[in-house]
T-cell receptor
Framework: DAGVIQSPRHEVTEMGQEVTLRCKPI?????LFWYRQTMMRGLELLIY????????DSGMPEDRFSAKMPNASFSTLKIQPSEPRDSAVYFC?????????????FGPGTRLLVL | EDQVTQSPEALRLQEGESSSLNCSYT??????LFWYRQDPGKGPEFLFT???AGEEKEKERLKATLTKKESFLHITAPKPEDSATYLC??????????FGRGTSLIVHP
């Protein structure tokens, strides 16, 4: 298995531009998580999907952030408009979700820099 | 609200010098405690899951233990390749994991 796949790996954009991050979870995993990691705040959960349905989006910073999971093999995290404070590494993780709390498998991350 | 505190924030060891990392937690109904390793520029990589107090798990030079309030990651005779940031996370009633800030470990040859 290729593991969790994220794209792009690096993104540099200017303030005000739209940014779309993509994630392909491990096949057969039912749960998908988007995280943001910064030096100041560590690893923060943004949103959690189970069976393609958003379960908890309380970590989404504000209306500029949105996430979708149209099918079991694809998810996007969109920031519109982007701001310099959104600069961070964004991770996608998936989990088998067999009813007992399962291990999360993380992707390599997207390093976002908003100028 | 679930909370995880890791200590120390940073640790420098000489190769072969054993030590332990601490993860203190508060959670409503522990479902699992997780240890991850994160190398620079990469995503966290799973190491262990512990589900109940008294449980222990080992992998090579690493051993994780769990009590009702904390977990320890023991590193025996570390090597330079063990250098990384070690993250602890807990999952409670909400199933949503809460991560600690991590311990940055550097092992000098």
């Amino acid at each position: 298995d290729a593991g969790v796949i994220q794209s792009p790996r690096h993104e540099v954009t200017e303030m005000g531009q739209e940014v779309t991050l993509r994630c392909k979870p491990i096949s057969g995993h039912n749960s998908l998580f988007w995280y943001r990691q910064t030096m100041m705040r560590g690893l923060e959960l943004l949103i959690y999907f189970n069976n393609n349905v958003p379960i908890d989006d309380s970590g989404m910073p504000e209306d500029r952030f949105s996430a979708k999971m149209p099918n079991a093999s694809f998810s996007t995290l969109k920031i519109q408009p982007s701001e310099p404070r959104d600069s961070a590494v964004y991770f996608c993780a998936s989990s088998p979700d067999r009813g007992r709390q399962e291990t999360q498998y993380f992707g390599p991350g997207t390093r976002l820099l908003v100028l | 609200e679930d909370q995880v505190t890791q200590s120390p924030e940073a640790l420098r060891l000489q190769e072969g010098e054993s030590s332990s990392l601490n993860c203190s937690y508060t959670v409503s109904g522990l479902r699992g405690l997780f240890w991850y390793r994160q190398d620079p520029g990469k995503g966290p990589e799973f190491l262990f899951t512990l589900y109940s107090a008294g449980e222990e798990k080992e992998k090579e030079r690493l051993k994780a233990t769990l009590t009702k309030k904390e977990s320890f990651l023991h590193i025996t005779a570390p090597k330079p390749e063990d250098s990384a940031t070690y993250l602890c996370a807990v999952s409670g009633g909400s199933y949503i994991p809460t991560f600690g800030r991590g311990t940055s470990l550097i092992v000098h040859p």
